[in-house]
């Protein structure tokens, strides 16, 4: 399809998604790989993997129990222009079974966004963008395009099973960035209008009210000039585009040429380094920031707690040789053995106060087979015969 009033060029279903997304998928793939297997290996990984999918999918499944409760499903009676348009969208993009639309208000928010559970996928349009676009125009239909490009493209199953991977610094970012890109280029094409497409993502910027009286090309340019280290750190490290050069990319499709890409600040990539990807930027997406945080914790808390339980030990070995001495001493003085702790510990004894075990262990003092006082902790037993017990 061609339509030369809005200078819409030949995009096809097979140039909706760009290559860098190939490429980047194959990085973040290995990487997912190597620090899934890593997780694997350790002893409590895949139980603590376990209970945070859970809590995953139990947090997905509650945003989704409020769209089906508190939003507006559109349908055939309920607002029957955007259902035609997004059947029309859906049908464009080869999509067989639309998932359901619902429109929620947001408070004035312009967005939208995807989520899928339990198998069933769901398209949400915030009211007040709807407002601003129309439920019958093109604009609309980019927007609702770019949301099932997500759907298509599997994106929402991606972002869980190669959460560990999206946190690699550069990569992880730049994934998720060819995702939105490659999503333009979905709306471009179910909108068929490159004019409609460019000030759907002027409202994004401007506002409802404002965003489409817009020059997208001055909007555009702010990309190329206005540019610096904090601007580059900024597009290295965000997960979405931003709007100025998703706008440029538009115009360039419009024009059926390559997209142009602005010089960044060679200084931004050292601190990037050193920035986790996987930030977000829709609802939806909370939920895997949450899950890939606690098996980082999953693969470290164990190593903390090994960690932690020989510290004390080793603070108890120091206890019991320290009142073994003391018994000794006692010994050694009075030509009898001590009757009670009281005889050693005290402000004018041979230990001034009585340690405590930081597990909650008790301590027992007995003569052993030399005939030396021997302290033993109920918790940690003796530096040369210790407990099988594990701090409390």
């Given amino acids: ?17 760009l290559q860098k997304e190939r490429t980047y998928h194959v990085w973040v793939l290995v990487f997912s790989i190597l620090l899934w297997a890593a997780l694997a290996a350790t002893i409590f990984g895949l ?17 989704v129990a409020h769209l089906r409760s508190e939003a507006v499903k559109v349908n055939e009676q309920q607002m029957p222009e955007l259902h035609a348009s997004f059947r029309e969208v859906c049908a464009r993009l080869g999509v067989a079974q ?40 093109a604009e609309v239909k980019f927007i609702l395009g770019h949301e099932i490009g997500h759907l298509k493209s599997r994106h929402l199953l991606k972002q869980i099973l190669l959460a560990p991977g999206m946190f690699a ?38 506002g409802r009210e404002q965003g ?34 998703r706008v440029a990319d538009l115009l360039a499709l419009k024009k059926n040429e390559p997209p142009a890409k602005a010089v960044r600040e060679p200084l931004a990539y050292v601190p990037a380094l050193f920035i986790p990807g996987g930030g977000t930027g829709a609802p939806a997406n909370a939920m895997v920031v949450i899950v890939v945080i606690g098996l980082m914790a999953a693969m470290a808390i164990p190593a903390f707690q090994k960690v932690r339980q020989s510290a004390q030990e080793k603070a108890c070995f120091n206890n019991e040789r320290q009142l073994a001495a003391a018994f000794n001493q006692y010994q050694l003085e009075n030509d009898r053995g001590a009757k009670s702790w009281s005889d050693i510990v005290g402000a004018d004894k041979y230990v001034k106060t009585m340690p405590a075990c930081l597990a909650g262990g008790v301590y027992s003092a007995e003569f052993d087979k030399d005939g030396h006082y021997t302290v033993k902790c109920s918790v940690h037993g003796t530096p040369e015969h210790p407990s099988l017990a594990r701090p409390r």
């Fill in 1 to 17: 399809m061609n339509d030369s009033s809005s200078g819409y060029s030949g995009l096809s279903p097979a140039t909706l998604t």
């Fill in 47 to 63: 139980f603590y993997a376990a209970i945070f999918a859970f809590f995953m999918w139990l947090g997905n499944g509650l945003l």
């Fill in 98 to 137: 639309p998932p359901a639309l619902y429109i929620v208000q947001a408070g004035g928010a312009l967005n939208a966004f995807a989520a899928r559970h339990a198998g069933r996928s769901f398209v949400v349009i915030y009211s007040d963008f709807l407002e601003a676009l129309g439920p019958a125009s």
């Fill in 169 to 206: 610094p550069l990569v992880g970012a730049a994934y998720r960035r060819s995702w939105e890109s490659s999503c333009d280029r979905h709306g471009a094409y179910a909108a068929a209008d490159m004019d409609a497409s460019v000030r759907a993502m002027l409202t994004l910027g401007g």
């Fill in 212 to 245: 489409a009286r817009l020059n997208a090309e001055a909007y555009a340019d702010q990309y190329f000039k206005d540019r610096g280290f904090f601007v580059s750190l900024h597009e290295l490290t965000s997960t979405y585009p931003t709007l100025s050069p």
